[in-house]
């Protein structure tokens, strides 16, 4: 079974330049989570989707970051303009079944550098 | 403001011994606890997990301890092994909710 395949690994910007991560979850998979991880703190939620259903973004700074899961697969998030403080990890993770308490299956993120 | 805790930020052990990382969080409910780990340049992968209604779960080598009345879990790792020199994360929220992380634990098993 392949995991979750997200894109692209490593991703250096300037500021005020747009970037788009791209993630596919594992088959199957209806849950979609996007999350930000800093270096040295833990996985930090920014969104979370039921299939195309985005049902909790509180977390996303909406401002400047958005994101779509279209067809309830495959799942883009954008953040435009980057800021310096964006620089982080990207990670999306998938799971069976709503927010259940199912394993989320992680992918090996983005690294994101905005310079 | 952290709502799980993860105060230690690495351990060390020898091979063969315990390894107990420690994990505290804030909200009384919290029904669902989780314990990933992380090697570099890769995702966080789902090691144990542990539900409110229950007070230890095991699998392996790995065990996993909650005290509600303390709002903590903890990590065991019987023996430890090399291949166990990781980051841990532990993440506790609500079925069908958020799950929040901790800050993780650097583990290193000397050989």
């Known amino acids: 079974e392949a995991g979750v395949v997200q894109s692209p690994r490593y991703k250096i910007i300037e500021k005020k330049q747009p970037v788009a991560f791209w993630c596919n979850p594992i088959s199957g998979h209806n849950t979609l989570y996007w999350y930000l991880q800093n270096l040295g703190q833990g996985p930090e939620l920014l969104i979370r989707?039921?299939?195309?259903?985005?049902?909790?973004d509180s977390q996303l700074p909406k401002d400047r970051f958005s994101a779509e899961r279209l067809k309830g697969v495959d799942s883009t998030l954008k953040i435009q303009p980057a800021e310096l403080g964006d620089s982080a990890v990207y990670l999306c993770?998938?799971?069976?079944?709503?927010?259940?308490?199912?394993?989320?299956?992680f992918g090996p993120g983005t690294r994101l550098t905005v310079l | 403001d952290q709502q799980v805790k993860q105060n230690s930020p690495s351990l060390s052990v020898q091979e063969g011994r315990i390894s107990i990382l420690n994990c505290d969080y804030t909200?009384?409910?919290?029904?669902?606890f989780l314990w990933y780990k992380k090697y570099p340049a890769e995702g966080p992968t789902f090691l144990i997990s542990?539900?409110?209604?229950?007070d230890k779960n095991e699998d392996g080598r790995f065990t996993v301890f909650l005290n509600k009345s303390a709002k903590h879990l903890s990590l065991h790792i019987v023996p430890s092994q090399p291949g166990d020199s990781a980051v841990y994360f532990c993440a506790a929220g609500n079925t069908g909710n958020q799950f929040y992380f901790g800050t993780g634990t650097s583990l290193t098993v000397i050989p």
């Open positions: 542990i539900s409110s209604i229950k």
């Open positions: 989707y039921e299939n195309e259903e985005a049902v909790d």
């Open positions: 993770a998938s799971s069976s079944s709503p927010g259940s308490t199912d394993t989320q299956y």
């Open positions: 909200n009384s409910m919290f029904d669902y």
